[in-house]
C-alpha cells in the first residue's frame, strides 16, 4: 500500500524559506521510471504542478518557478524534501506530494493528504 | 508550454443525468491525458489515465474519450458523490506537467 505525507511548517513569513519534507512507503525512489511530485492549491483556485524528482536523480521544474524551487531526495529515509525561497503571500496554499507511476502512463495515482502554508507576516 | 483548457468552468446537474466535461490542449498530447477528481479539503483522485483507461476502483459510470488535443470526461447517472471539481492534466510533457483549470460540478 503506497502512502505520502507531508510536513513542515505551517506558517512562513515572507521572503523566507519554505521547506516541505515528503515520507512515503510502499515504493522505493530507486526502482526505475517512478518519481515523487510536488502539486500546490491556492485557496479556491486550481492545482498547479512545481517539481519532480526521478528515480534516477533526474529533476524537472516548474519553469515559471525553476529559479526558487530545489527537489531532492533521501532514498534510505524513504523522504522528498523541496524548498522554495523567497515565499510570498501569494504562494499561500495546500502542498502535495504525489507518487508519480514508473510506467508509460506517468499519472500521479497516490497524493498525501496535503499541507495548508499560509504566508503572512 | 502545453496549455490546458476546460469547459465549462462550472456545471450544474441532478443526481442520474449524464455529463460531459471537455479538456483542449494547446498541441497534440498524444492520449497523454488524466482526469482528477476533487472534493473539498481532499487531495485530488485519479479517475482516468491515458485518456481512457479506468484507473483501478473507479465506478465504470466515468469514462474518457480522445486523443491529439480535445478530450472528454463523461459521467453516466450521476450520483450524490459525483459532485466535485474535476481536473485534467497532461503527461506528454515530463518537462512540466500542466493541470487544467477545473470543472466544478454542481448540484441543481
Known amino acids: 500500500q503506497i502512502t505520502l505525507k507531508e510536513s513542515g511548517p505551517t506558517l512562513v513569513k515572507p521572503t523566507q524559506t519554505l521547506t516541505l519534507t515528503c515520507t512515503f512507503s510502499g515504493f522505493s525512489l530507486t526502482t526505475s521510471g517512478v518519481g515523487v511530485g510536488w502539486i500546490r492549491q491556492p485557496p479556491g483556485k486550481a492545482l498547479e504542478w512545481l517539481a519532480l524528482?526521478?528515480?534516477?536523480?533526474?529533476?524537472r521544474h516548474n519553469p515559471s518557478l525553476k529559479t526558487r524551487l530545489t527537489i531532492t531526495k533521501d532514498t534510505s529515509k524513504n523522504q522528498v524534501v523541496l524548498t522554495m525561497t523567497n515565499m510570498d503571500p501569494v504562494d499561500t496554499a495546500t502542498y502535495y506530494c504525489?507518487?508519480?507511476?514508473?510506467?508509460?502512463?506517468?499519472?500521479?495515482?497516490?497524493w498525501g493528504q496535503g499541507i495548508l502554508v499560509t504566508v503572512s507576516s | 508550454d502545453i496549455q490546458m483548457t476546460q469547459s465549462p468552468s462550472s456545471l450544474s446537474a441532478s443526481v442520474g443525468d449524464r455529463v460531459t466535461i471537455t479538456c483542449r490542449a494547446s498541441q497534440s498530447i498524444s492520449s497523454f491525458l488524466n482526469w482528477y477528481q476533487q472534493k473539498p479539503g481532499r487531495a485530488p483522485k485519479l479517475l482516468i489515465y491515458?485518456?481512457?483507461s479506468l484507473q483501478s476502483g473507479v465506478p465504470s459510470r466515468f469514462s474518457g474519450s480522445g486523443s491529439g488535443t480535445d478530450f472528454t470526461l463523461t459521467i453516466n447517472s450521476l450520483q450524490p458523490e459525483d459532485f466535485a471539481t474535476y481536473y485534467c492534466q497532461q503527461s506528454y510533457s515530463t518537462l512540466m506537467y500542466t493541470f487544467g483549470q477545473g470543472t466544478k460540478l454542481e448540484i441543481k
Open positions: 491515458l485518456a481512457s
Open positions: 504525489a507518487h508519480r507511476t514508473a510506467t508509460l502512463t506517468r499519472t500521479f495515482d497516490y
Open positions: 524528482i526521478y528515480w534516477d536523480d533526474d529533476k
